[in-house]
């Protein structure tokens, strides 16, 4: 019988404030010269204290709502005690007692079907400094001495604990999507996996023959959302396999390796087993009235999946469009003020999708950096949807307007686009000009030899770019055989 | 009159007034510290020359007319756990031995804004943790009363340059009773105000949830102005309270204790104590009844019994977190070492002494899984049940009266090695500081021997004007505490024993 | 529960502490934390039941700091006498996992 799959995740996300939780540093690592952000507070001068920044526990707050949690009007913090380098203080601080946010849930959805993950929590905690060791790999093993950069000492962070309602990698990383859509929607997160501003921990275990929960392993490490899934499928191959030959599960921390495709048991040693957890008295608790959470509740956007919901019905599309289109709340706000200005719901959610994409791919911008604004997008729609121009003029219009900073008008007179559509006498030179050019296929065509009418539609093809798609496919065809006798 | 003896009123009275200028007293006050430091040693860095300038800059302030603080020219030292910018900090400690701080201070930077002049930095035990200002790294500070014997601690450098007249303030620290004691042991006036009225920023901590900013003085008036210059809120240090202070030096205006009701701690048998200081709470239980206090006996079980246990677990809890930041890299002593770890333990085993060693361990051990859900754990419900019992109690009483101390000061040496006894000598000062009550010791003259006499009175927390006002009633029976010269002990005569 | 320390606790104790002991002061300290253990052990024998953890309450809470960044202008001054400082990083020596 197939044991089910029983995963938890705990979330790390950066919060995006200016400066630090405790201190009126920048909160900015990235790029900055090291140690540069640092104070004596996050170098943990003596007879300094801990300064609670409010734009985190505002941010907490709004992700908190953001989970359909409650937030507390009273929370505490607490320290969790361990020598190293990159911990100035020699204790985090954290929450774990009374955290900010309790009891929420995140909805995601999985090949059409919509699952509730229940969160446990969500707390407040402060990030680490960073080590740099310098061997050629940049890891620890064999460097002779290492280097301490505290500029992201004490960088906010939230950390997100669900429950263990995941049963799946594929609901695993779905929730992670769904989790960091939501922390950039309230402008909470960057959520870069890469760069490290969210991290993931999983629990996972398997459920015993008898159906009651199994040991749990944790994993770390993981750097992507493929490697996400990745580590997580490793380990319940893994923990199968321990199984299915009458082994045990030990639980234990494990890291994956993603070169190597595995997750490695952290040497107990370097588990720290007792972390010395107690109250942190230098900080006053977090009191949070019911107005400031009011006033939190008042300043939320739709979430995504509100905003899914609507785009459904009011405008009609489908599923995988709207998932496109809402995946960021920019750009869904620029779908929308398309729409606003008159373009049809349909056509603009398709430009949008396949040609802005197109676009913003290629110049590599967000679309916040995009030229072509959206009431400058919905009068070449609406263009297209009357018939004015054509498609295909409407790419090279809207590549020219993102490009080169245009407006359509401005677009339309560079491209010298025809204004009328090409026929009769003018359709019948260029398609004689196109002909001429391509002796050989013409050729071919002659001599009977295009049996499955691939050369003739070649010719078709080119005549319409020509004509920047502006005559009739039919009399272009019409044309072509009268010139080539086919 | 000399100069040195003056309360720090009269001292910024006479110097508002030009009747002396600032660098008279300062110059008095330097000169009484040269004549009897060698004996005393209570000061670790003495910053004479920083004195002289801000004492002259006070003076030219006054010639020009300007307004100046409450305490404009009136020297005084801060024990050596204040951070004092560009001024070496050194908790008494090797591993702060040539730390040069960045910051003041928020106390300090408050006292030098009042116009009070910094004298230099006194002796404590290394990281406050003692009771006797023995285990220092400049050796062990005397007591002026009578140099044989130990000033208290740890603020006990503090305390005895306030009674040997190097200055008529000092500031110090009072996480168990760190100031209580001395100023007891030392014959002056000490107050530990409720938690959360003095910022702690900038100071070396050693328990954070009990350390408090306390001063040291001759007159109950001067710990007023003290406490208004000390006493307000500080965006450096979120555990110091927002609310508005009340005016300290107006509560002390109080002509009698019509009205009040005082409770006279009677929850311990005579026989645990010296029987003078016996006498003398009874003496003050008296005095209160004649200035108009219904006086009640009232007693404090679960402080008596579980205070010291309860103070012990929380506070070496909290060193043994709050010094581990001391680890050879970002400032202090550093030793060397070939990996982290090494860096570490040559570092910390090298430059901390061994009773802060042994209570770090400790406090480590607390804090560990098992320790904790029988030590820590229970010590936080024990401490509010405490915090309870007072509250309980002060739906009857305006204030009570304990001893400081159980215990005249000892002699110097004299290492008590009976744990049990040991901790006995904390017994009456650390409830007070685990529920963060305002806490006076108040000096009622010297006994026979030239040894000080004092009892401790205590209030409901955030009245420390209110129990000011008591301490000033009481102290206009009991007098004010004289100077000390070291050296000289001073045998009462006839008829002028302890009032 | 009264708890006590062995010798194997006190080293664990001392590590963790990043403190060395000894060999011949082992006893001695093993002895001293005891003392302490078997003192302290009356903290368990008060009924607590439904008594909350200590905190400390205010008559008024300050206001949480505005998130606006400030430099330090002494960093300079700080890094100058900074033990292990060096360019632009606090220099360790080699980080060992615990053996």
Known sequence: MARQIVIGLEVHLQLLTKTKLFCSCSAEYIGHTPNSNVCPICLAVPGTLPLLNDGAVALASRLGLGLHCTIQNYSTFGRKNYFYADLAKAYQITQYELPVATKGYLDIELGGASKRVRIHHLHLEEDAGKLVHPTADGRLTGAAYSLVDYNRGGVPLSEVVSEPDMSSPAEAKEYVMRLRQLARYLDVSDGEMESGSLRVDANISLTNADGTLGTRVEIKNMNSLKALERALEYEISRQNKVLDSGGRIVQETRLWDDAEGVTRSMRNKETASDYRYYPEMDLAPIVISDSEIEGYRQSMPELPQEKRLRFAQSFGLSGEEIAILTEQKALADYYEATVSAGAPTARAANWIRMEVLRVLNELGQDISEFRVKPDALAGLVKKIEQGDISSTIGKDLLDLMAREDLTLDEAVKRLGAPQGRLSGDALRELASRIVSSQPDVAETIKNGLDKKGGKIKFLQGLVMKEARGQADPNEVAGCLSELLGS | ?499 | ?99
């Open chain 3, 1 to 99: 529960m009264k708890m006590t320390v062995d010798r194997d606790i006190t080293l664990k104790m001392a590590k963790a502490a990043q403190l060395r002991v000894e060999p011949e002061q082992v006893e001695k300290m093993m002895n001293s934390i005891n003392d302490i253990l078997d003192f302290c052990a009356l903290v368990g024998d008060l009924d607590c039941s439904g008594v909350p953890d200590f905190m400390w309450r205010m008559r008024k809470l300050p206001s949480r700091r505005p998130d606006v960044p400030k430099d330090w202008p002494d960093r300079e001054i700080f890094e100058s006498k900074a033990p292990t400082f060096e360019g632009e990083f606090f220099k360790t020596p080699r980080i060992m996992a615990e053996g």
């Open chain 2, 1 to 499: 009159m000399e100069l040195y003896e003056l309360s720090a009123k009269e001292t910024a009275d006479g110097i508002r007034s030009k009747k002396f200028s600032a660098i008279e007293v300062t110059e008095a006050c330097l000169a009484r510290a040269d004549k009897f430091e060698g004996n005393v040693n209570a000061i670790i860095t003495l910053t004479a020359d920083a004195a002289l300038a801000s004492a002259r800059e006070i003076d030219a302030r006054i010639a020009r007319g300007e307004s100046v603080g409450p305490l404009a020219g009136v020297p005084y030292f801060a024990k050596d756990n204040f951070c004092t910018k560009g001024t070496r900090t050194t908790c008494s400690s090797k591993i702060l031995e040539n730390w040069l701080p960045t910051y003041n201070a928020s106390a300090i930077n408050y006292m030098n804004d009042a116009g009070a002049v910094m004298m230099g930095k006194t002796n404590l035990d290394e990281f406050a943790m003692g009771s006797s200002t023995e285990n220092s790294i400049i050796g062990p500070t005397k007591n002026p009363r009578d140099l044989g014997r130990v000033p208290g601690g740890s603020s006990g450098g503090s305390a005895a340059s306030v009674a040997a007249g190097y200055a008529p303030i000092a500031l110090g620290t009072d996480t168990g009773g760190s100031v209580r004691q001395p100023a007891c042991f030392c014959g002056v006036q000490g107050m530990k105000p409720s938690y959360g009225q003095v910022s702690r920023y900038g100071i070396l901590a050693y328990a954070s949830s009990l350390d408090q900013v306390s001063p040291l003085a001759r007159t109950v008036e001067d710990l007023a102005i003290s406490m208004e210059v000390l006493a307000r809120p500080d965006p450096h240090d979120t555990t110091c309270d927002a609310y508005d202070r009340p005016r300290f030096t107006e509560a002390i205006e109080l002509p009698d204790l019509k009205g009040k009701k005082i409770g006279v701690f009677e929850g311990f048998e005579s026989s645990q104590m010296d029987a003078e200081l016996y006498g003398a709470l009874q003496k003050t239980a008296g005095h209160c009844r004649d200035a108009g206090a219904v006086v009640e006996p009232m007693d404090l079980p679960i402080a008596v019994k579980y205070g010291v246990a309860t103070y012990y677990v929380t506070a070496l809890a909290d060193a043994s977190s709050k010094l581990a930041c001391y680890d050879g890299m970002r400032y202090g002593s550093h030793l060397d070492g070939q990996t982290l770890n090494e860096m570490y333990v040559n570092t910390r085993t090298a430059c901390f002494g061994e009773e802060v060693r042994r209570r770090i361990i400790l406090g480590t051990c607390l804090l560990t899984e098992g320790f904790y859900q029988n030590y820590y754990g229970p010590a936080l419900k024990v401490r509010q049940r405490m915090v309870d019992e007072f509250d309980e109690l002060f739906g009857r009483f305006d204030a009570y009266i304990l001893p400081t101390s159980p215990s005249l000061p000892y002699r110097i040496g004299m290492k008590e090695t009976d744990p049990n006894r040991l901790y006995l000598g904390d017994i009456f000062t650390v409830p007070i500081s685990l529920a963060g009550l305002p806490g006076i010791n108040l000096s009622m003259g010297l006994n026979a021997d030239g040894l000080p006499l004092s009892v401790q009175l205590v209030g409901q927390r955030y009245f420390d004007a209110e129990l000011l006002g008591i301490a000033s009633v009481l102290e206009r029976v009991m007098g004010k505490p004289r100077v000390a010269t070291p050296g000289v002990v001073e045998k009462t005569q006839k008829g002028e024993e302890a009032k």
